[in-house]
């Protein structure tokens, strides 16, 4: 291969391109961080350009992308931390509960933009098939498993790539990647995700309706009508709060007490993790809106079956390409 830099080689650079919403997705389902995820493919694009010269094919560039990835993510979780959701971390609370602490950003699961990760069109069963493993709660999920384990399951579950590929990649043996997917499937078996109805998603034209009639009722603040959209065991939580809440009494409850601030409050629709998202301003004591949070709605059988507030503004809203604020 005729060696070249970076900067006179244009074709790389937008096959370089052409992979970073499929490495996001990847790396987003390894570290559980949409922010995360996009700081490991720009490291991982980075190395890519200063080892071009060892590309021996461009047939490769695939494969040798997701294996800069993943070791660069394999560094990243080179630690005890777990990212994790509220209800990864004990019962459910009432709504008249003390808050706590507020974690550091490194213990939560955090949503990433769809956009980034979700290809434009494409197979309707493929895409519908990408959301279900964007989810929190699976990539939650995904959180409980070893970092080798985590690859070789997203490598031969979702990306569907064959255990010998997974095996090059990782510098193991077609038996051991075997051996390490049977042990990813048994950890998640037991968490049993597929309890659960199959989530709507935003193509859903139902679920888009019942969406923004949450929505136009959390502007009113009309908490009958918004507990009325809600699936009796609806699940609500705070980030970076460990305080989750169950059901719509609960939530009621929450909104019109500890809550209550948020009444008269503006929302922009977003996706987020393949599903409904918005994020949510508070009324400011300057007049305007300001960021509170980026909600996350996850929507079954015709109803929400969980909200998600993260309430890390200044991290997400740019991601999200959120104003910083609203006026008028």
Not at 22 to 28: K, Q, R, V
Not at 46 to 53: D, E, F, G, L
Not at 140 to 151: E, F, G, T
Request: proline share 7%; glycine share 8%; net charge negative.
């Amino acid at each position: 291969m005729t060696t070249t830099t970076p900067t006179s080689d244009p074709a790389l650079e937008r096959d370089l391109e052409a992979h970073r919403r499929e490495l996001t997705g990847y790396c987003y389902r390894m570290l559980g961080s949409g922010f995360e995820a996009e700081d490991a493919v720009q490291e991982t694009m980075v190395r890519a350009w200063r080892n071009a010269q060892r590309l021996e094919a461009r047939a490769a560039l695939k494969s040798w992308l997701y294996r800069i990835a993943t070791n660069v993510c394999l560094d990243m979780l080179d630690g005890p931390q777990r990212r994790a959701r509220p209800m990864d971390m004990g019962p459910s609370s009432t709504a008249d509960a003390t808050l706590g602490p507020m974690l550091g950003e490194e213990s939560w699961v955090l949503p990433i933009a769809s956009a980034k990760v979700l290809p434009e069109g494409g197979d309707p069963a493929a895409l519908a098939a990408d959301r279900e493993t964007l989810r929190l709660a699976f990539v939650a999920a995904l959180q409980h498993l070893p970092p080798r384990q985590r690859a070789a399951l997203v490598l031969r579950e979702v990306l569907h790539w064959q255990a010998s590929e997974v095996a090059e990649l990782l510098d193991t043996s077609v038996a051991s990647v075997n051996s390490a997917l049977q042990r990813a499937r048994a950890t998640l078996d037991e968490m049993n995700l597929d309890a659960d109805a199959a989530p709507a998603t935003p193509d859903d034209e139902a679920a888009r309706v019942l969406v923004d009639r949450y929505l136009d009722a959390f502007e009113r603040y009309d908490v009958d009508e918004i507990v009325a959209l809600l699936r009796a065991d609806v699940e609500f939580s705070m980030p970076p709060f460990e305080l989750w809440l169950e059901g719509p009494d609960q939530v009621a409850a929450w909104l019109r007490g500890q809550g209550a601030g948020c009444a008269g409050s503006r929302v922009v629709p977003v996706s987020a993790n393949g599903t409904f998202a918005y994020g949510q301003y508070k009324p400011a004591p300057e007049g305007g809106h300001a960021p509170w949070a980026l909600g996350v709605l996850e929507v079954a059988d015709g109803r929400i079956t969980g909200i998600t507030s993260f309430l890390q503004t200044e991290l997400l809203f740019p991601r999200f390409g959120l104003p910083p604020r609203l006026d008028g």
